[in-house]
Every structure is written in structure tokens, then in C-alpha cells.
């Protein structure tokens, strides 16, 4: 059994500091972190949060403009 700490939406808007409407918007449109689903629950894992914020990481304003193109 996996020790990975799992979170719903309140938590893991609170964790990535941004509105727990946000967060769904994210979702929405596929820009967010991974999620699972199941039975109509959405949790998010710890890990799949720190990836997300770790890939969306930059030392200069070129490397974002460069990352969106």
C-alpha cells in the first residue's frame, strides 16, 4: 500500500495557495495538477501538487515566454 497523502480540493487549494474555484477552472481546462476521481470524489496527491508547481518553475521571464510557445 502507497504512503502518498491525498487531498481534496479545500486542502489542495489551500496548499497551492489559490482559490478552491481556481483550482476547478484548472481542472476544466487540463492546465491544473492531475487529479483522480472517484464516485464523484476528486483528491489530488501530494506528489502530482509538487510536480505541477515544480514544472511551472522558471529562472527568467524568457524561459515562461519560451514555455508558452
Known sequence: MSDEVFMTPDEASSFLRISKSTLAKLRLTGDGPRY??????????????????????????????????
Open 36 to 69: 483522480r476521481k472517484a464516485i464523484r470524489r476528486i483528491t489530488y496527491s501530494r506528489g502530482d501538487l509538487v510536480a505541477w508547481i515544480d514544472a511551472k518553475t522558471f529562472a527568467s521571464t524568457s524561459e515562461y515566454d519560451e514555455a508558452r510557445a
